[in-house]
């Protein structure tokens, strides 16, 4: 997901360096006077939700045509700020990209707060919590990494993280906190959340990179293992020399600059979009767990809850 302020996030900040540019373009992005939008879809389900519940209301309630296009997060900053996607709902907070498109080039505006508080951590189940208390404190991760290991972390403890993708800061925890743990990547949010289950239903000791609002609490419940504290101090570090927790941050949408002074009841709506985390969780657990197609998630979530998005659309 992106840096949380410059401490990094489910992806950590990048410099600005070349454009890495998504090779994804849409059909609908920057047409003029067209009822048309095109959305950033994150890989994770929680973005995913934002986007369903969004383009289920453009079009049904608005009569426009949307597209979306899944981008990875710098990426995907690149291609608002160039016109390919019109906007991005969840963002985790990219400083070094905001500096970029919204101070200096000017070609991206902030659309608000989306409503939830994001917060990146590292989480054990609450079985081993409740049975090992004092793993709850960092200072003594390292006397169950034994307990941890798994073929891929071979002789050190696995700390389990997710896409490759998110650029986070675990290995510079692990290295500057001085732990017996390795880094694994499961290779997705999906084949995150298969592995946490499977140690969940056996019953295995685990310690994983993990964030909320996430709905996977609502099945495995998990606790977090308190690092050093985050400071602003800290998080202005370069990334290979983090050594405190991620922070806590509101998360943020944005929009491409031309399609928020041309984007009429779209671009409105869309500022307008704001609800809780209790809201994104039931549309990502119907994606996610019960298999709804995005569609059909945001449609039973709107005929469910008319209360919240009606205040969303311009009138």
């Not at 500096?99 to 707060?113: F, R």
């Not at 997705?188 to 289950?197: D, F, H, L, V």
Request: charged share 20%.
């Amino acid at each position: 997901m992106g840096a949380l302020l410059a401490a990094g996030g489910l992806v950590a900040v990048t410099g600005c360096g070349a454009a890495d540019m998504t090779k994804q373009s849409s059909p609908y992005a920057d047409v003029s006077d067209a009822k048309s939008v095109t959305l950033s879809v994150q890989s994770w389900v929680g973005a995913q939700a934002n986007v369903a519940v969004a383009q289920y209301l453009l079009e049904h309630e608005l009569g426009y045509r949307v597209d979306t296009v899944q981008v990875d997060e710098v990426p995907a900053w690149d291609a608002l700020s160039q016109g390919r996607v019109d906007a991005i709902l969840e963002d985790w907070g990219h400083p070094a990209q905001e500096k970029q498109y919204i101070q200096d080039k000017k070609t991206v505006v902030p659309a608000g707060d989306e409503g939830v508080t994001g917060h990146i951590g590292w989480w054990v189940p609450q079985y081993l919590a409740q049975e090992h208390p004092d793993i709850l404190d960092w200072h003594n991760l390292d006397k169950y990494a034994a307990t941890m290991r798994t073929a891929e972390s071979g002789a050190k403890g696995q700390l389990l993280d997710g896409s490759p993708s998110y650029v986070t800061n675990d290995r510079a925890l692990v290295k500057n906190l001085q732990l017996d743990y390795q880094p694994v990547f499961a290779g997705s949010e999906a084949a995150q959340i298969t592995q946490i289950k499977q140690f969940a239903k056996e019953g295995k000791p685990f310690l994983t990179y993990w964030y909320t609002p996430q709905w996977l609490f609502n099945e495995v419940p998990m606790v977090e293992v308190q690092l050093p504290p985050y400071t602003d101090a800290c998080g202005a570090k370069a990334p290979a020399d983090v050594d405190c927790a991620y922070p806590t941050t509101p998360l943020q949408k944005y929009l491409n600059a031309t399609f928020a002074r041309n984007g009429g009841k779209a671009a409105r709506f869309l500022e307008n979009f704001h609800w809780n985390k209790d809201d994104q969780n039931e549309v990502s657990q119907l994606i996610a767990e019960q298999k709804l197609s995005p569609e059909a998630a945001a449609k039973r979530w709107v005929t469910a809850h008319p209360d919240v998005w009606k205040a969303w659309i311009p009138r």
